[in-house]
């Protein structure tokens, strides 16, 4: 069974950063993909940012030259590091595994919030 662990979030003024961290276990070794979605208060969770496998990264329009995804290997671990951060960001980010088409974990999720 995989297990994510993420950290990170908080309450951060607009215009500040935060960077969020997931701990994969060491089951989660093969993977096709690892990210990150967030989901607000009454909207559908969506996808932030993801990294594949072999290393492509995938990002929402909406951050876009603000977010950064990142991967360490050796330690299992995947980052965002999110910059410029607005009150739209606000929500709660979830860690996401897939393994294949069909197979996804998920973290417990960690808090986002942006104050103007």
């Known amino acids: 069974q995989v297990q994510l662990v993420e950290s990170g979030g908080g309450l951060v003024q607009a215009g500040g950063s935060l960077r969020l961290s997931c701990t994969a276990s060491?089951?989660?070794?093969?993977?096709?993909?690892i990210g990150w979605y967030r989901q607000a208060p009454g909207e559908q969770r969506e996808l932030v940012a993801t990294?594949?496998?072999?290393?492509?990264?995938n990002y929402a329009d909406s951050v876009k030259g603000r977010f950064t995804i990142s991967r360490d290997n050796a330690k299992n671990m995947v980052d965002l590091q999110m910059n410029s951060l607005n009150p739209d960001d606000t929500a709660v980010y979830y860690c996401?595994?897939?393994?294949?088409?069909?197979?996804?974990?998920w973290g417990q999720g960690t808090q986002v919030t942006v104050s103007s």
């Open positions: 060491e089951s989660a070794r093969v993977f096709t993909s």
């Open positions: 990294i594949s496998s072999s290393g492509n990264t």
């Open positions: 996401n595994l897939k393994v294949g088409p069909f197979i996804n974990y």
